[in-house]
């Protein structure tokens, strides 16, 4: 079998990783490389290998798979582009911004007869793994759900709403993703928020209620310190409380007293502990066995979909059901 040839638009930070992931995978090679700004893409190549493009085009001729690596605003157009040039895409969070991109990308990549698949890599990630594995054996009741950032300074784009689409997008919209993996189906939502620090709503305060029954808060600000965990799961179970902190342990704390059990992950290399070395290699698995990918073009449009959900309860003061 020849191998799959990955063209990656977009070499900063996490186009690199992925770089240098599919670099060590023997089914694939990194064949093309393609940065608004060359000499990253050069500084990756020198790591990697592949040619570095002058043109997206140009790595659509050689790329028979192409990862959408960019700013969050550029993704439905660079994704569909991939598309409409029959490769196989992997478009890093968020799918879209807005529902009316998000639904537009949503119908490119269902008409496509390739793989399309969305970077939720915490869906991979051991600790949230192991969560689902707990959870598939007990009933959860309800969660207390917090993921923080200490700041949107570094980088500076972080903190520019005209690049993520908003704080909701480029941070929060990993746990909004989690929540469907985790709970199952929102029915309805409550939220609340407020502008601090950025120039754009920075603090938020949500209730989630799932067609299942299961509820849950959930707690997210743009500039809380880095303080661990900046990222927390607590499930409450019977008589058990299941928690999370961040990739690197989790904690089951069942029965009537104090006891309780910790899985720790933090020996883990990082790309594996957060799961991107996993959603690589699922992204291969479903090019070369021709199977729907684990994270569906349809789970990245429902992510969006929270997003702006939340935005619209919190402008209009009303609660919002699906």
């Known amino acids: 079998m020849d191998k799959i040839k990955i063209g990656i638009i977009g070499t900063g930070y996490i186009g690199s990783v992925h770089a240098r992931i599919f670099s060590r995978d023997e089914r694939c090679e990194v064949a093309a490389l393609y940065d608004v700004k060359p000499e990253r893409a050069e500084k990756t190549a020198k790591l990697v290998g592949g040619t570095v493009c002058q043109s997206r085009e140009e ?70 793994t192991k969560l689902k594995e707990f959870l598939s054996a007990d009933k959860a009741h309800s969660a207390h759900i917090k993921m923080n950032r200490g ?31 985790q709970f199952g189906e929102i029915a309805e939502l409550s939220a609340y928020g407020s502008q601090h620090e950025y120039p754009e709503l920075d603090e938020f305060s949500i209730i989630f209620k799932f067609k299942n029954g299961f509820h849950c808060t959930f ?75 684990p994270v569906t073009a349809l789970d990245g449009y429902k992510s969006v979909e929270l997003v702006e959900k939340v935005y619209e309860a919190i402008k209009s003061g009303a609660k919002i059901s699906f």
């Open 219 to 293: 707690a997210s600000s743009s500039d809380a310190s880095w303080i661990f965990p900046f990222e927390r799961v607590e499930v409450f179970c019977h008589h058990r409380t299941l928690l999370t902190q961040e990739m690197e342990h989790l904690i089951d704390s069942n029965g009537l007293d104090a006891n309780f059990e910790t899985f720790s992950f933090g020996m883990t290399e990082k790309e594996e502990r957060w799961g991107y070395v996993q959603e690589d290699k699922a992204f291969l698995d479903a090019i070369i066995n021709e199977t729907a990918p």
């Open 151 to 181: 700041e949107l300074k570094n980088p500076v784009w972080t903190g520019d709403p005209n690049v993520t689409g908003g704080f909701l997008y480029e941070t929060t919209i990993h746990l909004f993703d989690m929540l469907r993996f």
């Open 59 to 128: 790595l659509f001729d050689i790329a028979d798979a192409v990862l959408v690596c960019t700013p969050n605003k550029t993704h439905t157009e660079i994704a569909a582009s991939a598309v409409a040039a029959g490769k196989h895409v992997f478009c890093e969070k968020p799918f879209s911004i807005g529902l009316p991109d998000a639904k537009k990308l949503l119908d490119i990549a269902d008409k496509s007869n390739k793989v399309f698949q969305v970077g939720h890599n915490r869906r991979y990630a051991p600790v949230y």
